[in-house]
């Protein structure tokens, strides 16, 4: 292994929780795992070529994820809580430090390969963390192949923590792949490492850093990612509707939807942000959340349009609202009328949440990426409210036969605030806008609302 500061040194984390008989540990399971990274690839920071040459695979998906830190901006409108919110650190317009995924894909030429030019502009994202992780899709069956770049952190450089990818939910027989850095590979600073997958169950997932686990979720290090069945692509009705996606090859079209939309559900707790961010230590056991988060954002920021990302420099286009930069993923469902939604919740906070959408009946069609169904017996509900506990998902389906606007939002009204802003709304909240039909163009991919 390549002489990183995660072999030269112990790091301060290590130290303030006197974790020094874990860093020998470290160090002997370092020297032992040594010929199985190299072989991994680990040696090489740029995986592409590692990935295409140990996979042997034409076919397939090969995706490129970049972990690090960053700022990002919760609602300024949230009152002041010195000295934890808003961060002194932060840069303008920013006040808030998070750890995050980035997808870094599209510096890969087509043969898989990354130029120096491209190199370059990967290191450059050191300290630009996006919250939530991008949404990632896989079609059933597909060979995939993910590398994960630890880029190192740019405000606590003192910190030599690796990141993994857990894949949250996935049946995976091989432990090497599955992210806990226990039985697989944690992912030193400067280094990368290339995860492979067949993904066999349709359904909605979750993936997440397993390091640290605790403080890496809470810090922003959490997305989602959906398995497309087979099924897609045939042509079945149900209710009247004619269908060609469908969230489960349910063999009778009953899954079938003409727009979907992810939400990540997770909790901000100020205080251990700002400490990550000022070198202390955390007391998790006074978890006591500030913002309450749809896909990385806080009420009325849900409802913001998607960012788009800038190829040119490898970063984010600035969106409407700078401060919004790093948090892309937007929370607003527009639909024409008649249209049926797909909506996938996924919670990787550590609170309970219950989405409520009024007006509007939601079809709980599947929990935790199992269709409910038993044999030949539907097994499907019609609810008002979905509850979903921490690490848990659901499939739920809503038919917009009607025009006008309905709020989505958690039932527990204490999650609808920012910073404890009992005045006005905030936290887990955004709208269902249903438009006449023939307003909005085929999406092309989950959270986009093209108008035609």
Not at 10 to 37: K, Y
Not at 138 to 149: A, C, N
Not at 328 to 354: C, F, M, T, W
Not at 385 to 411: H, M, N, W
């Amino acid at each position: 292994m390549n002489d990183s500061p995660a072999r030269r040194g112990v790091s301060r984390r290590n130290l303030l929780t006197g974790g020094l008989g874990m860093v020998g540990a470290g160090v002997v399971g370092a020297t032992v795992l040594q010929p199985q990274l190299a072989s991994a690839g680990l040696n090489d920071p740029r995986p592409a070529d590692v990935a295409a040459a140990k996979a042997g695979l034409t076919d397939g998906r090969t995706l490129h994820l970049a972990a690090t830190d960053g700022w990002v901006g919760m609602p300024t409108d949230a009152p002041a809580r010195p000295p934890f919110f808003p961060d002194s650190l932060a840069p303008n317009p920013f006040n808030t430090y998070v750890f995050g995924f980035r997808d870094v894909t599209h510096l890969h030429a087509a043969d898989g390969s990354i130029t120096d030019a491209n190199q370059a502009k990967l290191d450059a994202l050191k300290g630009h963390a996006q919250i939530s992780a991008p949404l990632l899709d896989f079609d059933e069956m597909t060979k995939v192949r993910v590398s994960l770049t630890n880029l190192g952190l740019a405000i606590r450089p003192d910190l030599t923590d690796g990141h993994t990818v857990h894949w949250h939910g996935f049946d995976n027989a091989i432990p090497l792949f599955d992210g806990v850095p226990e039985l697989s590979i944690a992912v030193p600073i400067g280094h990368t490492f290339t995860y492979y997958y067949q993904p066999r169950d349709a359904g909605t997932y979750m993936y997440h850093c397993h390091f640290e686990d605790v403080e890496h979720v809470q810090m922003g290090m959490t997305g989602m990612l959906f398995v497309r069945p087979k099924q897609n692509g045939t042509t079945k009705n149900h209710g009247g509707k004619t269908f060609s996606r469908f969230a489960y090859n349910d063999g009778d079209g009953s899954t079938g939807y003409h727009r979907e939309f992810a939400f990540m559900l997770t909790e901000l707790w100020s205080e251990a942000h700002y400490r990550d961010a000022h070198i202390q230590v955390n007391d998790w056991t006074d978890y006591a959340p500030s913002f309450w988060l749809l896909n990385g954002r806080a009420y009325p920021d849900t409802l913001a349009d998607n960012g788009s990302l800038d190829a040119g420099s490898g970063d984010f286009a600035v969106p409407v609202d700078e401060r919004l930069r790093y948090q892309p993923i937007s929370s607003l469902v527009e639909a024409n009328k008649g249209d049926r939604v797909l909506l996938r919740l996924s919670n990787l906070g550590y609170q309970q949440h219950a989405m409520t959408l009024d007006g509007l009946p939601m079809r709980v069609v599947a929990k935790d990426a199992g269709l409910l169904r038993n044999g030949g017996t539907d097994l499907s509900f019609l609810t008002n409210t979905v509850e979903i506990g921490p690490g848990e998902s659901r499939d739920v389906l809503v038919d917009t036969d009607t025009e006008g606007e309905f709020l989505l939002y958690d039932r527990n009204f204490s999650f609808l605030t920012n910073g404890g802003d009992s005045t006005q709304y905030g936290g887990q909240m955004t709208k269902v806008v249903v438009h006449p039909a023939g307003t909005l163009g085929d999406q092309s991919r989950a959270n986009e609302n093209p108008h035609a």
